[in-house]
């Protein structure tokens, strides 16, 4: 794992190239702010599914 000064890098390029993917998305495809909001809350809850499933969580 990385240490907290790499995590916090990592998730700061993360946040960055998920917001430039967003706004790409937004701007070819004219989808409005909740659109955009809608999909990640989506995405998310895929993803927490997941991680639920990894650790055998309820």
Known sequence: M??????????EQAYDELRAICTKF??????????????????ARVYE???DDDYEMD
């Open 26 to 43: 937004q701007d070819e495809s004219g989808a409005t702010d909740m659109e955009v909001k809608t999909i990640l809350r989506e995405l």
């Open 2 to 11: 990385a240490n907290p000064d790499q995590k916090t890098i990592l998730l």
């Open 49 to 51: 599914n997941d991680i």
